[in-house]
């Protein structure tokens, strides 16, 4: 029943901004921690960014300076701002959510369906 949808891919110039977004759903009891990956074709899916409940935050050094995440946990919702953006930023953002489900006691990670980012002139 928790679902993570995601939102704001696209296509940019090298240069230009996006920010996406994913938003969780359902019977979500706790939320430890939320994160984006990314997979380019032909390569292995990677941590982006990451945003733990206490607010730290660590970034893959390709993206130091130039991507920011953020949360909001009334909405339930993560956010990554991505600035400066380079062809080599070009993927499928997936976001993750650790959360614990409402009458669970185990946590569990759960994944949204991606968007696609793509950065070219």
């Known amino acids: 029943q928790v679902q993570l949808v995601e939102s704001g891919g696209g296509l940019v110039q090298p240069g230009g901004s996006l920010r996406l977004s994913c938003a969780a759903s359902g019977s979500i009891t706790s939320i430890y921690a939320m994160g984006w990956h990314r997979q380019a074709p032909g390569k292995q899916r990677e941590l982006v960014a990451a945003?733990?409940?206490?607010?730290?935050?660590n970034y893959a050094d390709s993206v130091k300076g130039r991507f920011t995440i953020s949360r909001d946990n009334a909405k339930k919702t993560v956010y990554l701002q991505m600035d400066s953006l380079k062809p080599e930023d070009t993927a499928v953002y997936y976001c993750?959510?650790?959360?614990?489900?409402?009458?669970?006691?185990?946590?569990?990670?759960?994944w949204g369906q991606g968007t696609q980012v793509t950065v070219s002139s």
């Open positions: 993750n959510v650790d959360l614990r489900e409402e009458r669970r006691k185990i946590p569990t990670s759960v």
């Open positions: 945003i733990t409940s206490s607010g730290s935050t």
